[in-house]
């Protein structure tokens, strides 16, 4: 999963949100310490669980990357092993 950053500069952090396979432009988020995002790039105008102005919530981008494909800051945001949610919602609906 991915962590709070603690090396966020004065001004706060760049998140980089890359498709896995290439198929959009990376988008970035820009958020200050609280969390807040300040600004979206956002070229191909992906559909994001985030909007500006609002408190990033790191669990919910964390689960929407792992769904849709995403890499956050370089970093897969799925479970290793499925977790026990993912795995009966994979039995449940036939993914």
């Given at each position: ?32 310490n ?18 500006k102005?609002?408190?990033?919530k790191?669990s919910?981008?964390s ?33």
């Amino acid at each position: 999963m991915i962590s709070k950053f603690d090396e966020f500069g004065k001004d706060g952090h760049i998140i980089k949100i890359e498709h896995k396979r290439g198929a959009t432009q990376n988008v970035l988020v820009h958020i200050d310490n609280d969390d807040i995002v300040k600004k979206i790039e956002n070229p191909d105008k992906v559909e994001l669980p985030i909007r500006k102005g609002t408190r990033l919530k790191w669990s919910r981008l964390s689960t929407w990357a792992c769904d849709n494909g995403y890499f956050v800051d370089g970093k897969d945001t799925c479970p290793k092993d499925g977790g026990f949610l993912r795995s009966s919602m994979d039995r449940m609906f036939g993914a």
